[in-house]
């Protein structure tokens, strides 16, 4: 049987013990991170995986609306690898159009589409803005590729200009991938919230990192 729960955690570096790697650099910023997640075991079916996904957009969607719906926006945002720079197919789809392909997202406000290189290798980047009665549909497009597709929440960002989504790209991705602790230590600075989502075998779940000076979480537990 699927069981869903919450976490909290004060410390960031223990509930993500690999952030540990990166510690050293950016203790002083870091160290007062806490998380909140909302997590489940035993998904053995799409019902109840679309139920762990309902569950899930509930909760952010109260924090997001209690918290910080007149300043803050939801914002989708997707590495995609080029696995061939002369198709014209790739470059038709690019990445809105191919993910429109299996996800109805046009309700989304779609920025533009840059490419960048990362060794040898060529990728899209992108980032979106979610209407909030599309979270759960953007959970469940995260849920599809977490290592290059992630949603966090903050200050308006202007994402049909090239610069900006280029800083972005800058901020969060490493090799190809989203970095969360890069995007944390961006959405720190930016006072927002990056949720990230993990699974193993058995259990899934959406991590909200946060700074508590700003945002009033804890009692959701």
């Not at 762990?52 to 939801?74: D, P, T, V, W």
């Not at 060794?119 to 209407?131: K, L, N, Q, R």
């Not at 590729?145 to 960002?157: A, D, G, H, Q, V």
Request: proline share 2%.
């Amino acid at each position: 049987m699927m069981k869903i729960w919450n976490e909290y955690s004060e410390d960031v570096f223990s509930y993500f013990e690999y952030f540990n790697n990166e510690r050293s650099n950016y203790n002083e910023i870091m160290h007062t991170m806490h998380v909140y997640s909302i997590n489940s075991k035993y998904i053995q079916n799409i019902e109840e995986k679309k139920e762990f996904l309902h569950r899930s957009a509930e909760e952010i969607g109260r924090i997001y609306l209690n918290n910080c719906s007149n300043n803050r926006k939801i914002y989708l945002s997707v590495v995609q690898k080029i696995d061939n720079p002369n198709s014209q197919v790739d470059k038709y789809y690019k990445i809105w159009k191919k993910i429109n392909k299996s996800f109805d997202i046009k309700d989304f406000g779609l920025g533009q589409e840059i490419t960048f290189e990362d060794e040898s290798d060529i990728f899209y980047f992108g980032v979106a803005e979610v209407p909030i009665n599309n979270l759960e549909l953007a959970l469940d497009i995260v849920a599809s590729n977490p290592e290059r597709i992630t949603i966090f929440l903050s200050k308006n960002i202007d994402i049909e200009n090239h610069n900006s989504v280029n800083d972005i790209m800058q901020s969060i991705v490493r090799k190809g991938k989203i970095d969360y602790f890069k995007l944390c230590i961006s959405c720190y600075m930016n006072q927002g919230i990056v949720i990230r989502y993990g699974t193993s075998f058995e259990e899934s779940e959406f991590a909200l990192i946060h700074d508590p000076n700003v945002y009033k979480i804890r009692e959701y537990v």
